[in-house]
Nanobody
Framework: QVQLVESGGGLVQAGGSLRLSCAAS????????MGWFRQAPGKEREFVAA????????YYADSVKGRFTISRDNAKITVYLQMNSLKPEDTAVYYC????????????????????WGQGTQVTVSS
């Protein structure tokens, strides 16, 4: 069992930065792949970024590549999403998620592969 709690959301102007954190509970955190997803009003939840269990491999949606960076600290059982050069279209509720046994790249971007979810944190980017 893994419990996830996101923090760090807020209101920021376009071009600004935010750092989201996802604090996890559970002694098996380092075994899990971790992902960030987001959901804007009226839209489906979409993949943003993911990192494998060791932090050695990262994956990004094309829309955030070069602007967002995902990382994890297994000692602190926390995963981060550094978001730079934010745009109004990045406005959404951001969710942290955990999944296990991710043997293929496609697993990381597949919302259905994740077993545990946080409650979400709101990110609003003003123009």
């Amino acid at each position: 069992q893994v419990q996830l709690v996101e923090s760090g959301g807020g209101l920021v102007q376009a071009g600004g930065s935010l750092r989201l954190s996802c604090a996890a509970s559970g002694r098996t955190f380092s075994s899990y792949a971790m992902g960030w997803f987001r959901q804007a009003p009226g839209k489906e939840r979409e993949f943003v970024a993911a990192v494998n269990w060791s932090g050695g491999n990262t994956y990004y949606a094309d829309s955030v590549k070069g602007r967002f960076t995902i990382s994890r600290d297994n000692a602190k059982i926390t995963v981060y999403l550094q978001m730079n050069s934010l745009k109004p279209e990045d406005t959404a509720v951001y969710y942290c998620a955990a999944g296990i046994n991710f043997g293929y790249y496609a697993y990381y971007t597949n919302i259905g592969r994740y077993d545990y979810w946080g409650q979400g944190t709101q990110v609003t980017v003003s123009s």
